[in-house]
C-alpha cells in the first residue's frame, strides 16, 4: 500500500506564513501535486515537484525531497480566503495511479 | 485551462437503485481517468483506474461488481453505483489525465470534475 502521511489540522494568522508537511512511503514515485479544497468543492491544482527542490507560484511554495520522502507546502501572506484543506497527491506507476494523502485542514484567523 | 465536466452533481436516490454519475473532459481526450469517493471531512480515496477501451483498475477494498466503471471514448467515463444503499452515500469525484503533447511543460496534472453528491435514502 501507499502511506501518505500529513497533519490533520493546523491554524494561522492572517498575513502570516505556515507550511503543511507531508511524508510519503509509495513504489513507482513519479511527482507529488498539492491541491487546495473548499469544502463541498472539488479540488483545485496548487503545484508540482517532481525533482528535488523548490517550486515557488507567486503566495505559494512546494519543496520535494525525494530521499527523504518528503514535501511541504509554504503559503506566505496568508488571507482569509486560504482557509481550505491542502492535500498532498502523489502520482506513482507511469501516471496511472494517483494517491492522495489525508489531507490537512487549515484555519486562517484574523 | 482543461475542463472535466461532472453530471449530476447531486443526485438522492432509494435504497436499491442504481445510479449512473458521468465525466466528461471537454477539450481535451482523457487516456486515463480517476474515479474517488470522498467521505465527509476525510481526504480523496481512489476507487478505480480507467484507461479508453480497456477494463478498469479496482483498489483493493472496492467491489467491481458494484461500481461499473466504463470508459468508452476518449472523453467519457462513466461510473455506475449499482444497488446503492445508505452506506455508499458520498461524494464521488472523477479527474482525467490527457495525453501528453508537451512533455517539457506536461506536469501530469489531474483536472477533477465538480463532484457528484450521492444520498441514498
Known amino acids: 500500500g501507499q502511506n501518505i502521511d500529513q497533519p490533520t489540522e493546523m491554524t494561522a494568522t492572517e498575513g502570516a506564513i505556515v507550511q503543511i508537511n507531508c511524508t510519503y512511503q509509495t513504489s513507482g514515485f513519479n511527482g507529488l501535486f498539492w491541491y487546495q479544497q473548499h469544502a463541498g468543492e472539488a479540488p483545485t491544482f496548487l503545484s508540482y515537484n517532481v525533482l528535488d527542490g523548490l517550486e515557488e507560484k507567486g503566495r505559494f511554495s512546494s519543496f520535494l525531497s525525494r530521499s527523504k520522502g518528503y514535501s511541504y507546502l509554504l503559503l506566505k501572506e496568508l488571507q482569509m480566503k486560504d482557509s481550505a484543506s491542502y492535500l498532498c497527491a502523489v502520482l506513482l506507476y507511469n501516471f496511472n495511479k494517483f494517491y492522495f494523502g489525508s489531507g490537512t485542514k487549515l484555519n486562517v484567523k484574523p | 485551462g482543461a475542463v472535466v465536466s461532472q453530471h449530476p452533481s447531486r443526485v438522492i436516490c432509494k435504497s436499491g437503485t442504481s445510479v449512473k454519475i458521468e465525466c466528461r473532459s471537454l477539450d481535451f481526450q482523457a487516456t486515463t481517468m480517476f474515479w474517488y469517493r470522498q467521505f465527509p471531512k476525510q481526504s480523496l480515496m481512489l476507487m478505480a483506474t480507467?484507461?479508453?477501451?480497456?477494463?478498469?483498475?479496482?483498489e483493493q477494498g472496492v467491489e467491481k461488481d458494484k461500481f461499473l466503471i466504463n470508459h468508452a471514448s476518449l472523453t467519457l467515463s462513466t461510473l455506475t453505483v449499482t444497488s446503492a444503499h445508505p452506506e455508499d452515500s458520498s461524494f464521488y469525484i472523477c479527474?482525467?489525465?490527457?495525453?501528453?503533447?508537451?512533455?517539457?511543460?506536461?506536469?501530469?496534472?489531474?483536472?477533477f470534475g465538480e463532484g457528484s453528491r450521492l444520498t441514498v435514502l
Open positions: 479527474s482525467a489525465r490527457g495525453r501528453q503533447a508537451q512533455p517539457q511543460t506536461n506536469t501530469g496534472e489531474l483536472f
Open positions: 480507467s484507461n479508453e477501451g480497456s477494463k478498469a483498475t479496482y
